[in-house]
């Protein structure tokens, strides 16, 4: 079994910060890209950062410059720092992990269970 745990969403001003962790845990070989992704009301789900287990990042054009990934690889956790948050980021924040558990089988997405971030105007 494998689960991701998510927490760290929350309610925030517009203009405040806000930290997501994810920890991937259970029977795991090797993680390869860890990502978080949300999805408001309304809307479809979608990417707002990525990394690789190499360090390379990856971030939707409408959180530049006010988010960062980063990733433990020791831990299997990823983070998303929130800054310069704004009521449009309002959503419900996902983490994901493509990883293995044994060499026998393939690489799969897993994702957590959700966490609401809500930023109010």
């Known amino acids: 079994q494998v689960q991701l745990v998510e927490s760290g969403g929350g309610l925030v001003q517009a203009g405040g910060s806000l930290r997501l962790s994810c920890a991937a845990s259970?029977?795991?070989?090797?993680?390869?890209?860890m990502g978080w992704y949300r999805q408001g009301p309304g809307n479809k789900r979608e990417l707002v950062a990525a990394?690789?287990?190499?360090?390379?990042?990856n971030y939707a054009d409408s959180v530049k410059g006010r988010f960062t990934i980063s990733r433990d690889n020791a831990k299997n956790t990823v983070y998303l720092q929130m800054n310069s948050l704004k009521p449009e980021d309002t959503a419900v924040y996902y983490c994901?992990?493509?990883?293995?558990?044994?060499?026998?089988?393939?690489?799969?997405?897993?994702w957590g269970q959700g966490t609401q971030v809500t930023v109010s105007s």
């Open positions: 990394i690789t287990s190499g360090g390379s990042t």
């Open positions: 259970g029977s795991i070989l090797s993680v390869n890209a």
């Open positions: 994901n992990a493509n990883l293995r558990r044994t060499y026998s089988l393939g690489w799969y997405d897993y």
